[in-house]
């Protein structure tokens, strides 16, 4: 059984249920959750410290990562940089190891490269941050900005013999139909099909005899999820690359994770994290500390 939010939180309820709490207690399983969240959230601290004593290293417990993907991206009209808004509130670890990790979707394995605030500006003229291929970001409050994040592009190659498939971008959905050739099943699609994709700000261009190509309209308009193209009947489908501007976000945070997601916790610290809440409920009720050791009888 997979360990969430609420299955903790029932495990301590089991435990307080289980001792002599006074029935004016009124136990709440919504409070209990609030503090596994909150216990752990000390317990990462308490890790992230004891690595950094002992060790002398900066690094997280993959366990305590939670994945955010697809991203969207925008441009700041006040900044003029690309910025995306964070899923969620990062816990606040030195480095910035809150934010663990930020990449394009098909490159997670190569994330950017986070830097200072206050660097960007520092160097904003100098050859530091134009370095070829190479992206930097960093956080400000509930959002993360870039420098050197390319205007997202996307390649479709369409591959198949017969049928059809649907090619979704941006929100919009249209069916490519093979006929005779690739290349004119592609151009019939292109006439027929990229206003409307302009319209949901992405520019649909042929490349070669078999491509489909989408790029963001401007830096204003970018990309909200990855293009993608689904085989609808016979053997028409294809693969989808490129650099288009959604972000793979792996970052430390106890927030928006619902009661019924995989809590992000060691298996081994599981029991240790529901008796610390149930020692914060005992202290928040202020119950004498008797009644809560009946409990774990």
């Keep these: 059984m997979a360990t969430t939010k609420y299955t903790l939180a029932e495990q301590a309820m089991r435990i307080l249920s289980g001792g002599h709490l006074k029935p004016d207690r009124n136990l709440d399983i919504r409070e209990i959750m609030m503090y596994i969240d909150q216990c752990r959230d000390t317990f990462i601290i308490e890790d992230f410290t004891e690595n950094l004593k002992n060790n002398n290293e900066y690094d997280i417990d993959s ?8 991203v969207a991206v925008t441009l700041d009209a006040t900044t003029g940089l690309k910025t995306a808004l964070l899923p969620a509130s990062r816990l606040s670890l030195p480095k910035d190891m809150g934010l663990y990790s930020v990449s394009a979707p098909a490159t997670n394995d190569n994330p950017y490269i986070p830097i200072k605030q206050g660097m960007m500006w520092q160097f904003k003229n100098s050859n530091v941050f134009n370095i070829a291929s190479k992206i930097f970001y960093y956080p400000a409050g509930d959002r993360i900005y870039f420098t050197n994040l390319p205007i997202g592009v996307y390649t479709i190659t369409v591959t198949g013999t017969s049928g059809s498939a649907t090619v979704v971008c941006n929100g919009v959905s249209q069916v490519i139909t093979l006929a005779t050739t690739i290349e004119a099943a592609i151009d019939t699609f292109i006439a027929a099909y990229a206003p409307a994709y302009l319209a949901a700000g992405a520019v649909l261009t042929k490349g070669g005899t078999t491509n489909l190509i989408f790029t963001a309209v401007n830096q204003t308009t970018l990309f909200t999820a990855v293009p993608t193209i689904v085989n609808a009947s016979g053997n028409l489908t294809g693969t989808v690359a ?3 501007i959604v972000l793979v976000i792996m970052a430390v945070t106890s927030k928006n994770i619902t009661e019924d997601d995989l809590y992000p916790v060691p298996p081994d610290k599981e ?9 914060r409920f005992g202290v928040a009720k202020q119950i004498p500390h008797d009644e809560i050791e009946d409990g774990n009888k």
């Design 271 to 279: 029991k240790t994290l529901v008796d610390m809440a149930i020692e």
């Design 242 to 244: 490129g650099t288009g």
């Design 63 to 70: 366990y305590y990562l939670t994945y955010f993907p697809n």
